[in-house]
C-alpha cells in the first residue's frame, strides 16, 4: 500500500516540532545531552510508517524521530526525556533508551551498533514463531566500524533471517565519516556477506518509502536479510552537546517565500527535507501552501499539548527505583 504524501509530510511535521520541543524543554530544564533527528525526517516517516502490528523495532541514540514516525505518544515520549513517571518507561529510560512495545520498540540501545546485534535476536524469534513479520535495525554509518554489526550481518545472511538492515548515512562521501570504516562504499559490507542492498536519498519521502517497500517485500517473502543505505544531509547542529536553534526555528514558509529563506542558512534550507518535501508537493499540486501551512500548525499544536502533559508528569516515587529489577 502507497504511502499518501500528504500523511507522510504531515508525520515529518510532527518528527520535526517534537525534536524543536526537546530544544526548548532541554533548555528550560537544564537537561544534558540530546541527540537529534532533525534532518532524517523524510527517511524516518517513509520507513516507520510502513511497518505492522508485530514488527521489531531496534533503535540508537537518535531514537527520538523513529519513536514519533511510528506513532508513538509524543506527550508520553517528552516525558520520558524529562524523568517523569507519566513517561514511556517510568522515566527510567530517558532520551537514550526509550522504548514502546506496544509499536514494536523493544528495546533501544544507544551503544553503537547495538541495535544491529538486538535486531537479529528479534529476527530469529520471529523466523521461528513462523510469522511474516520483520525486524528493524536502524543505525547509523558510525555503527559499521563496531565488531557486532559484522558477526550480527553475517549471522543474519547465514541464517536468511527476516530482518531489515536500515543505515541512516549522515556522513558525506569524501567527508571523514564518523565510522573509521575502510571503504567509503557502506553497502560494501553487507555485499560482502550475500546481503542484498541499495543505497537511496534519504531526503526524499518517496524515494525513500519506494527502496523500503522494495525491502520489506525481499523481508516478508522470506528471502532473509536486506540493507538499505539511506543518505541523509547531517543538519548542521546536530554535533553539539546542548542543543540550540542551530539553523532557526523551522518556517514552513521558507519553502516558497524567498523573503523568509535565510541567507546564512540557505544551504540548510535547500536540503532541508521538511522544505524540500513542501515545495515538491505544491509544485505537484499534492497540496496547497495553506494546506501546508495547517499541517505545521497542526503539529505545533500537538506539541503544546504534549508538553503541557510532560511537565505535569510528576517525577517517580523512590520506590519506583526497585520496580522492573530482576535480580
Ligand atoms: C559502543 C559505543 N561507542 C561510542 C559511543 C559514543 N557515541 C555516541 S553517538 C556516536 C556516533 C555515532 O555515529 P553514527 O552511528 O553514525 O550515528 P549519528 O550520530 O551520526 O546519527 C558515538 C561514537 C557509543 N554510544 N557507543
Ligand atoms: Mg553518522
Redesign the pocket.
Known sequence: MALSPREVLARMLLMRRFEEMVITLARAHKLGRQ?LAIGNEALGAAALMQLRAGDLIYTT??NHGHMIARGVDPGKALAEILGRAGGLNGGKGGTWHMTDPSLGFQSTS????GSIGLSVGGAFALKHKKTDNVAVAL?????LD?GIAYEALNIASLYALPVLFLC?N?SKEGEAQ??RLATKELTAVPKALKIACASVDGGDPEAAGKAVATALAHVRDGNGPYFLEAQLVRWPGSHQTVHAFTTGVTDVTAAWDSAKASNVHAEWQRTDPILRTARTLIARGTVTREDVVALDNAAAVTMAKARGFAEASPYPKPEAALAGVFV
Open positions: 541527540h541514540h537518535r544507544a551503544m553503537v551498533g543505525f547509523g554509518d558510525g555503527a563496531e541512516e549522515n564518523t565510522s
